[in-house]
């Protein structure tokens, strides 16, 4: 069974760090793509970053370019989203979300990992006091 797990969400105030983790569980880490999503209440859920690894591709959101960084660690089949300069409207659940057919996705320059995203991980909650 695949499975996504977040964790490294909590509470920070604006201006803090924070580093989240998504480790994937029977996913091939040698051809994968995996996006951050977040979702605020009573917002749409939106894209943050995504990387990918088949093109190198890395991109982000332009709301949270220049403060988040998204990396993988293969060996750890893990995907991090370190968040710095953090900001009250950065206040969600994050969600990351994964293909178990890279080919059939795309990582686009909004930080969007579209396609065809059969894994999602249950959230982990990020709330930045102002």
């Known amino acids: 069974e695949v499975q996504l797990v977040e964790s490294g969400g909590g509470l920070v105030q604006a201006g803090g760090s924070l580093r989240l983790s998504c480790t994937a569980f029977g996913l091939n880490f040698e051809d994968y793509a995996i996006g951050w999503f977040r979702q605020a209440p009573g917002k749409k859920r939106e894209g943050v970053a995504c990387?990918?690894?088949?093109?190198?591709?890395?991109d982000y959101a332009d709301s949270v370019k220049g403060r988040f960084t998204i990396s993988s660690d293969s060996a750890k089949s893990m995907v991090y989203l370190q968040m710095t300069s953090l900001k009250s409207e950065d206040t969600a659940t994050y969600y990351c979300?994964?293909?178990?057919?890279?080919?059939?996705?795309?990582?686009?320059?909004?930080?969007?990992?579209?396609?065809?995203?059969?894994?999602w991980g249950q959230g982990t909650q990020v709330t930045v006091s102002s």
């Open positions: 979300a994964g293909a178990t057919s890279p080919l059939l996705t795309l990582c686009s320059s909004a930080g969007v990992l579209a396609g065809h995203l059969d894994v």
């Open positions: 990387i990918r690894s088949r093109d190198y591709a890395k």
